[in-house]
């Protein structure tokens, strides 16, 4: 059997023994070529132990949902912030997501914050961890709870826009979105500002 891989959470560790609260920050959807993009925050109680909580690409969809749950009841304090394709196209994918997580660093109010590998200027304790989700439970919380979150949104707009596969690629650029780009035009949910889909025409059945 596969050895579970788990958080090394040195940076919590560091901070719990000061008996200090941290902040884990992390986002979904950077790459994709349609959707909003989200990004969540997690406080947990100093000492906080769940080994089942990694990095959200590592563990599998029903996990993930359960452990949604999980880290909604166990945390402190959690914020999960939805930033807009328009927000995305008007900032730019990368500033969208630090100054949401900047929002989120500030909202939840902790001297000390850890991100998934983006710099932030709060006034606080900023720590990028590259690999953070695989570092920090804190971080790894975060991710669970932007991967499902914006899964759920994707799998809602697979309803309001069929034929795109959003459901199932979660507007990355597979095959067969690129396909469904060419074939149908771009919907109100794609990002004009990625390569892909700048220049298309909008769908002429919405």
Known sequence: MKKQKICSNEYELKYWKENTLVCGIDEAGRGPLAGPLVTAGVVFPVGYENPDIYDSKAISEKKRNELYDVIRRDALRFEILIVS???????????????????????????????????????????????????????????????????????YYDRIYPGYGFAKHKGYPTREHLSALDQYGITPIHRLSFGPVAGKQMSLDL
Do not use: F, W
């Open 85 to 155: 394709e328009k927000d995305i196209d008007r900032l730019n994918i990368y500033r969208a997501d630090q100054v949401a997580m900047g929002d989120i660093a500030v909202h939840l109010g902790t001297s000390v914050v850890l991100s998934d590998a983006m710099p932030l200027q709060t006034g606080q304790t900023c720590i990028p961890l590259i690999k953070g989700d695989q570092k920090s439970i804190s971080i790894a919380a975060g991710s669970i709870l932007a991967k499902v979150t914006r899964d759920r949104i994707m799998e």
